[in-house]
Structures are given as structure tokens and as C-alpha cells.
């Protein structure tokens, strides 16, 4: 077992306690009882009737925020208010995406719209993001600090998915179109909960500039992985059926990079996909070793890899706590790796 | 011609002069060009593919915003931005409800979701809204004292909506829950316009308060009048069919206070909405004649002038600047009388 599968565990467990008080509390300050209740659906903390369940994600988004605060002033408190704020983001654009890409479980759950309708489920989404500006307002000047990065990175995360829209509608698309578009839908918030807290806690430019670029590197490590497990994860480990990616015809980046430059298997696979998605196993098979056999999977891999240590490299000599740089190494490191 | 049908529509188009070239920039600022090209066609500048359009609407909540900084100070300079921030929080519920309601035309044009996909759609709100933050956080320190009427007002247009939508589904609702859902679909916004200029300059509590009385009462005087207009409208001033609530099974204020308070009328018109909307045309007829019977009309026609007369008696006594004062009063008065 590496350092950063027990560091990181630890990290995200110990802010997880810290953030969730403050996080409750920004949930609880919505004043329709509706929106509170698909708010704490799609956080884990109640089912569909309100009782109390557990069901939450792994939080990195707010674990990013506080130990961005704490590399720079060495306390987590500066960093709790900007973790609210993207995690409920975050999860603004999940009851969204939802919605839009017909996804009906997340987590092992139904998806929020699937349990309330639509209608709710968007509106839900509307209370969170709205609420996130909230939260930032009232924490004064620390947060006014760190509510541009938030808009900011809300209108790429925003972009984004409009042009995973638009994507899936084109014949063709560049490896390039699908890292940019990637970039948007995962970086750009990630980026942002990496230095927000930074920000909020009045870390100079340099040191903003360095975690933000951290965050963007690690985004895009983070979705390569993910497109790798698309492919050929293992269903056991990402709840998905096997060759999810490939099932959907799904264009991600490691499909798009066999497509692009896989020699004979990626023409192969061309030929495949023009038929549309693989409808039978026989076809989804085939269309996994094609794409294994174009290069793709350890291409991403390596890339991935670089992306990870790019990340990693812009912690150093920047003057950071020395063990928050090392927790947020950990944390990188760990969600970067978790189902390889 | 009564003053207000002159005095207003002058109102109306000066402030649409001042507020425009800032509307503008506000929306080239979107870095994503499909969420420019939406947010354009929403507002009625430009058609689907770009093309410049001039199917705007009447602006109403901007001519508040401004003309409420104007009543403070005497000029309108710091209710730009407000006015912005309203217009675009106006235009991202309108994107997003359309899609709730499967509403396929608005200003006799196709409504987003038709034109460019429920996806997108829902996305052009999101950059709306967003937008409308950052237009009021560029502004600075007058744009920061408004953000938390702005946010307080969104959030309660949120939950009338989503109380819209889960009225819809009950057998039976009080006319105090669909005033209350009203207000905040209608009033709530209006009230947050009609202040938030106010508050950007600096204005005292007394006045903001006054102010947002003014525009809450402006609000459900409104949405009475359009519940009178959607059972007995002239379909030629409405641009919707006649009896469209009546047809559409709405229950609307009047179609409730009909059902509720109606006396015999009420109950004929409950035994015949029991079996669903009314599908013949003999029965919209009978139905609208039922609401007509039942008093529901002039309970509307009554308790809205009231709300409008409420609503000016707000203007008078507090040293706001007589002009702006009257214009606001004017475009109450016009607002609410636009089709009665």
C-alpha cells in the first residue's frame, strides 16, 4: 500500500468532519422545504422521504479547499466556507448533468430527478448554486475574495457541459475538442477549489496562480483515468457495467485518441463505430481490444501519469505548509489512482 | 388616455436607452458563443442562427431598478448594473420555466427549449444567472450591497416554482397557498427590482423597505390581473387563447377563489373540472361562464387595484424624488392596466 492510500483517507476523513458541520448548516438555511430535501438526497444525507442515510461522495472538492487554506496559513478555518461553496457547485452541475444525460443512478442510488422530477431536480440544482453565492456573501471579505474564482470556474464548468451537448451530436470530433470540452466539465472546478481557499485566506498571486494550475492538472488526470475505466475498468470496483464508455458510444478521449491516431486498429474501430454504439456483447467486445490494441488506454495512462506529476511539481518551493502540500500530493495522488 | 398609458411607455424606453448598451456587454462577456447565442435569442436580439432580432420585451424590471436608484439619488447611474442583474435573473427563470412547463412559445416566437434543446436551454440559464453575480460583483462596493436582495429574490423564485409544480399535482389547494406561490413566481422579483437600485445608491433602510412593499404589492396585483386575463383575455391583446387557463386546467388565483368562494357557481364549476381540463369547447365556454358567475372576476379585479393602490401610497412620504416617484407610480399603474 502507497503513502497516499492511507494519507489521503485520512486527509479527506478529517476535513470531511470539519466541512460538514458548516455544510449542513448552509443546506439547513434554505428556506423551502422541497429544495432542502432534494439538496440532502443528493448529498447522502437523507433518502427520498427525508430520513437520515449515508450516502455521500468522497468530497474532494472541499478537501481541496481547505488544504488549499491551510498550505497557506496553516489553519483550516479561511478554507471551510470556500469548501461549502464548491461542494455545493459541484453538486449544483450533478443534479443538472443528471437531468440533461438521462443518467438514472449515481452512487447506487436513483439520480435526483428520477425521485422528484425534472422539474424539482433542476430547481434543486438552481437553490444549490445560488445558495453557494450566498454562502460566500456572508462570510465577508474572505469570501468576496474568492467569489470571482467560483463564477469564473462555474461559467467553464457551465461551457463545458454545453459542449459535451454539442459533441455527441457531431460526426467528428478532435482529441484536442474532447481534452478542452474534459477540461471544462472536471478541471475547471477543480482548479478552483484548489486555490479557493488560498484566495479566501489572502495566499498571494503566485501561490494562487500554482494551486489553480495544480487543480487543472489534476482535473485532467482525474478524467483520463476515468476514460480509461471506461473502457476497461473493473465493474466491481467502478459500479459500472463493464466497457461502460463503449456500451454508450461514448466519444471520450481515450475512444477519440484511437479513433485519431490508432493506426489500423483505430480505422478498424472506425468502421466499428460508424454503425453506431455496439449493440451487441459480441460488437463491445471487439470494440474494447481495438481500442486496447490502438495504444489508446496506455497512452491516457502515460498521459495521465505526466498530468499527475505536473500537479504534484507546483507544490514545491512556493513556501507552503509543508504538510498540507504533502496532504494535497496525497489526495492528487489517491483520486488519480483509485480504480487503476 | 389616462397619464400613466403616456407617461410609462416614455419611461419604459428612456431607461431601455441606458440600461441597453450595458445588457449587452453583460452577455458578450459569456465566453461560451452557444451561451451567448441562447442568452441573445432569449432576450430577442438576435434569431436561432444569430441573426439580429428585435423581439424584446418590455424591460420592466430593469425600468424599476433604475427608476429606484433615481428616486434615491436623481440620477440613474447606479441602477445600471442592478437593472442588468434583474433582467438576466428575470430571463434565466423564464428559459428554465419553459422547459418545466413545456411552454413552446413565448413573444410569439418558439420558447429556447424548442429551439435549441431542453439541454441547452437549461444550461443559457445557468450562464444567465451566474452572469447576473458577476455583473453586480464587477460593480463593486454599490453592486455588493445589492447581490443580497438579488440572491434572497432568486431563491424564493425558485421555490415559487417548485411550489408551482407540486401544486399541480394536488386535489385540492387553498387560495392562500396560490398567492403565496404567486408571489413568489411574480412578486418577489418585482419586489427585489424595485429596490435594489436603491440599495446600490446607498438608499436608507426606510426607503429600500418602502420600495420593496412597493413591488411586492405591484407583483400580486399583476399576477391577478394576468389570472383575470387568462379566463376572460381578449386573445387579440393577449397573444394566447381565449380562456387559455380555463383550457390549460390552471389553478390560478381566480379558478380558486371561483372553486373556494364561489357559491353555487363555484361548486357547478368544481363538479365539471372534477373530470379533468375541459376538452369541448362547450365546456370552456360553461367553465368560464361559471368563473364569471362565481365573483371571481371582480374579487380580482377589486383586490388588485388594491394592491396597486397599496403600492403607490408606499411612494409617497419619504423625500424620494418626485419625478421618479411618479414615473414609478406610472408604470405600476400601466403594468398592471396593460390589457384589462
Chains 1, 2 share one sequence.
Request: glycine fraction near 10%.
Amino acid at each position: 500500500m502507497t503513502r497516499s492510500a492511507i494519507q489521503a483517507p485520512e486527509a479527506l476523513s478529517r476535513i470531511k468532519g470539519l466541512v460538514d458541520p458548516a455544510m449542513r448548516a448552509a443546506v439547513a438555511a434554505l428556506s423551502d422545504e422541497t429544495m432542502r430535501l432534494i439538496a440532502g438526497y443528493q448529498l447522502g444525507w437523507n433518502d427520498k422521504d427525508g430520513r437520515a442515510s449515508d450516502a455521500g461522495g468522497k468530497a474532494i472538492r472541499p478537501a481541496l479547499a481547505v488544504l488549499s487554506a491551510e498550505a497557506v496559513t496553516g489553519v483550516p478555518d479561511g478554507g471551510i466556507a470556500p469548501a461549502v461553496a464548491v461542494e455545493l457547485v459541484h453538486n449544483f452541475s450533478l443534479l443538472h448533468d443528471d437531468v440533461m444525460d438521462r443518467d438514472v443512478e449515481r452512487r447506487h442510488r436513483p439520480t435526483g430527478w428520477v425521485v422528484f422530477g425534472e422539474g424539482q431536480a433542476i430547481l434543486a440544482g438552481n437553490a444549490m448554486l445560488t445558495r453557494a453565492v450566498e454562502v460566500l456573501m456572508e462570510t465577508g471579505e474572505s469570501g468576496l475574495r474568492s467569489l470571482p474564482c467560483l463564477l469564473a470556474a462555474t461559467q467553464v464548468l457551465i461551457s463545458g457541459q454545453s459542449r459535451d451537448l454539442s459533441l455527441e451530436g457531431r460526426e467528428t470530433v478532435t482529441l484536442d475538442e474532447v481534452i478542452d470540452m474534459e477540461g471544462g466539465k472536471t478541471a475547471a472546478l477543480l482548479a478552483c477549489s484548489s486555490s479557493i481557499g488560498a484566495l479566501a485566506a489572502g495566499g498571494d498571486g503566485a501561490v494562487v496562480k500554482a494551486l489553480e494550475t495544480f487543480g487543472w492538472e489534476l482535473g485532467i488526470a482525474f478524467q483520463l483515468v476515468d476514460d480509461v475505466l471506461g473502457v476497461i475498468g473493473d465493474p466491481a470496483k467502478t459500479g459500472k457495467s463493464s466497457s461502460s464508455d463503449v456500451r454508450a458510444g461514448k466519444r471520450s478521449s481515450v475512444v477519440v485518441a484511437a479513433l485519431s491516431n490508432g493506426g489500423t486498429a483505430g480505422e478498424q474501430l472506425a468502421e466499428l463505430l460508424a454503425k453506431g454504439a455496439p449493440s451487441v456483447e459480441e460488437d463491445v467486445t471487439l470494440a474494447t481490444k481495438l481500442v486496447v490494441d490502438s495504444g489508446a488506454i496506455e497512452w491516457a495512462n502515460t498521459e495521465a501519469d505526466a498530468r499527475l506529476q505536473k500537479a504534484v511539481d507546483q507544490l514545491g518551493s512556493l513556501g507552503l505548509q509543508e504538510s498540507s502540500a504533502a496532504d494535497l500530493a496525497a489526495v492528487a495522488t489517491y483520486v488519480v489512482n483509485r480504480d487503476r
